[in-house]
């Protein structure tokens, strides 16, 4: 690689869709705060993804309703109370 093109905190990185559980390991520079134990045995940083190629319709050919976390009901009760 050449000098100073990429980032000093550029590494192996454990990538999870959080919705079909689907993990891949690529080099990223992404910031993280969590860590997972790779097939390796090796500790590799985490991020998590709400959707990717395992779970996107377009890579699928499935339409698949995906609400995480529950965003649907933490929205109605915040604006719940408003309308009253």
Sequence with gaps: MKKGLHPENYRLV??????SEETFVTRSCANTRDT??????KEYPLVKMEI???????????????????RIDKFNKKYAKKEA
């Design 14 to 19: 454990v990538f999870k869709d959080i919705s």
């Design 36 to 41: 997972i134990v790779w097939e390796d045995g």
């Design 52 to 70: 990717s190629s395992f779970s996107h319709p377009f890579f699928t050919g499935k339409m698949k309703f995906v609400d995480t976390a529950g």
